[in-house]
């Protein structure tokens, strides 16, 4: 009887590793621990023994069971990981091959540009504040001191919404919303979102950026925004390139200035980024009037102040040779690649 199991296992052992897929498993399942197999047969004449035999017999009957089961699950293992690599055609794997680096995104050039004079401006004492892109007449023009006639407020220059509010014409409305939080002294900057009404060309954009400046103390002088403007030019551009102001007319500062930078492609011979002029205009400037001031209820005659606006898009042109400003919003996806070693 004992013979005759070990044969039957050894017969089990020979047909199960013969198995190859999940149905030959199956069947040989079937086949040895079935209904219909030789064990079960063996179980069914348990009662033909006399008590005392029964216990002994069943023990060898059920190791033998033990035995193939093991042996069924061991291969059906074995039978799924081959299914596995031929599924993967993983044999054809290299495990020594470096892995693909999953690809990252960069930043956008304005944005690059940005956080570079923000941290230019940051390195020499200012803080950034923050406006809301949806303002209002007060703030985008009242506060700034422009005549209820003055043209930017037109239709054509400035987007309106229906609720009264309108989309900033400029940054300087951050001046407005720091003098009515804060008491001098104030030292700020203010990167952010312009809109205007201009058609889009190689130099206007209806959406663009500001940076607009802001220092209020006792004995500020104009030869402070000077000196400002040239440590930044010399920090973002380098140390060759020069600076200077030109007589301007804003609403909101008096005197008012346009700044200039010597133009940082040619060195200030003349190009044909400059126009010849060796020049390059970076935005208005100028001392805060005293009539500000008053509006917003500083002692404009214990304060002075200067302000000034820069446009990020000229700069971040400058800086990387874009020559039309439409490629910035285009965000072309061959143009931002570029960019992407520019992690910052
Ligand atoms: N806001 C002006 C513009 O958009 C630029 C400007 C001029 C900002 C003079 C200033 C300033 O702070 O003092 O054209």
Redesign the pocket.
């Known amino acids: 009887m004992q013979e005759q199991l070990k044969e039957l296992v050894k017969q089990a052992e020979t047909d199960i590793q013969a198995c190859v897929t999940a149905n030959d498993l199956m069947n040989a399942k079937a086949q040895y621990l079935g209904k219909k197999s030789v064990l079960n047969g063996l179980f069914a004449r348990m009662k033909e023994l006399s008590p005392e035999e029964r216990p002994a017999f069943g023990n060898m009957i059920n190791q033998s069971r033990t035995q193939i089961e093991a042996l069924l699950e061991i291969r059906s293992k074995q039978v799924k990981e081959q299914a596995w690599m031929n599924n993967s055609n993983a044999s054809s794997y290299d495990l020594s091959m470096p892995g693909i680096e999953s690809s990252r995104g960069g930043f956008h050039p304005l944005t690059i540009v940005r956080r570079e004079i923000d941290e230019v401006f940051l390195s020499m004492g200012f803080e950034i504040a923050e406006g809301p892109d949806i303002d209002d007449d007060f703030h985008n023009f009242d506060a700034l001191n422009t005549p209820a006639d003055h043209p930017s407020r037109n239709l054509a220059d400035t987007f309106y919404l229906e609720n009264g509010g309108l989309l900033r014409?400029?940054?300087?409305t951050v001046?407005i919303r720091t003098m009515e939080r804060y008491a001098p002294p104030i030292r700020i900057i203010s990167p952010g979102r312009?809109y205007r009404n201009d058609k889009p060309d190689p130099s206007h954009s209806p959406v663009f950026h500001?940076v607009?400046?802001?220092v209020v103390d006792k004995g500020i002088s104009l030869g402070d925004l000077t000196d400002t403007l040239q440590q930044f030019a010399s920090i973002m551009f380098g140390k060759k390139v020069g600076s200077r102001i030109r007589p301007h007319f804003?609403p909101?500062?008096e005197p008012?200035a346009e700044m200039d930078i010597s133009c940082v492609v040619c060195g200030g011979s003349g190009c044909r980024v400059c126009k010849n002029s060796g020049w390059l205009e970076m935005?208005?400037?100028?001392m805060v009037d005293p009539n500000v001031f008053d509006i917003l209820g500083i002692d404009s005659e214990l304060y002075t102040g200067f302000?000034?606006?820069l446009g990020i898009e000229r700069i971040a042109m400058l800086k990387y040779n874009i020559p039309d400003m439409r490629i910035l919003f285009e965000n072309d996806l061959k143009m931002l690649r570029q960019f992407k070693g520019e992690l910052r």
């Open positions: 014409t400029q940054t300087s001046q312009c500001q607009e400046a802001l804003f909101f500062t008012s935005g208005g400037a100028g302000a000034f606006g």
